[in-house]
């Protein structure tokens, strides 16, 4: 079955490490999303790709980065910037540019903790 | 840039009532998608309802229907005869859905 897969589920972080997030589809889609998600809050975008080798920054690029390199693959690396990490990531993905037309897919989610 | 607002950041109704859940947005374009998107404790993201703006006809998905307010950009989602199941966090999605709403938390109660 087609499907996003986010790994690990739980993730440990010490302070000032990097760490990577990783997110694989099957389903073709061009374009893919990592949103953070904190307590009680809603989704905040931190970068999305509509196409392999090119990404946007969303509202809270800062202490992130993502790659491209295949179409399948959208690797999210928290780095020691990022002051404030612990929370739920979620990636997705759509058919189309930005979900507008089938909305999206998306993974079971990274929950990140510092410690 | 596009936004949505929910205006009801948490709710509570009985099993077997009906729940209307508020949605507003703002857009300039006029052909355009709209969607409703269910959180439950497990955190897994679902795609529950999906509006086509140039549609007359609110969609309907089983307990699920939408009121479209096309004029008024409002999109609110209908849950009838709610089920304990149904307890999630709920996001609306504007058109170009890629900036979410705040959500609303839905409490089913037995």
């Known amino acids: 079955d087609g499907g996003i897969t986010q790994s690990p589920k739980y993730l440990f972080r010490k302070e000032g490490q990097n760490v990577t997030l990783s997110c694989e589809q099957n389903?073709?889609?061009?374009?893919m999303y990592w949103y953070r998600q904190d307590p009680g809050q809603g989704l905040r975008l931190i970068y999305y790709?509509?196409?392999?080798?090119?990404?946007q920054k969303g509202d809270i690029a800062e202490g992130y980065s993502v790659s491209r390199e295949k179409k399948e693959s959208f690797p999210l690396t928290v780095t020691s910037a990022q002051k404030n990490p612990t929370a739920f990531y979620l990636c997705?993905?759509?058919?189309?540019?930005?979900?507008?037309?089938?909305?999206?897919?998306f993974g079971s989610g990274t929950r990140l903790t510092v410690v | 840039a596009q936004t949505v607002t929910q205006s009801q950041p948490e709710m509570s109704v009985q099993e077997a009532e009906t729940v209307t859940l508020s949605c507003t947005y703002d857009?300039?374009?006029?052909?355009?998608?709209l969607f409703w998107y269910k959180q439950p404790p497990s955190r897994q993201m679902i795609l529950v309802i999906r509006q086509e703006a140039y549609k007359q006809q609110n969609a309907t998905e089983n307990r699920f229907s939408v009121n479209f307010q096309k004029a008024a950009k409002s999109f609110s989602l209908k849950i009838s005869d709610s089920q304990l199941g149904d307890t999630a966090m709920y996001f609306c999605a504007p058109p170009s859905g890629i900036i979410f709403g705040k959500g609303t938390r839905l409490h089913i109660l037995p």
């Open positions: 997705a993905s759509s058919i189309d540019e930005q979900g507008n037309r089938y909305g999206y897919t």
């Open positions: 790709s509509q196409i392999v080798n090119d990404f």
């Open positions: 857009t300039s374009e006029n052909n355009y998608y």
């Open positions: 389903l073709n889609h061009d374009a």
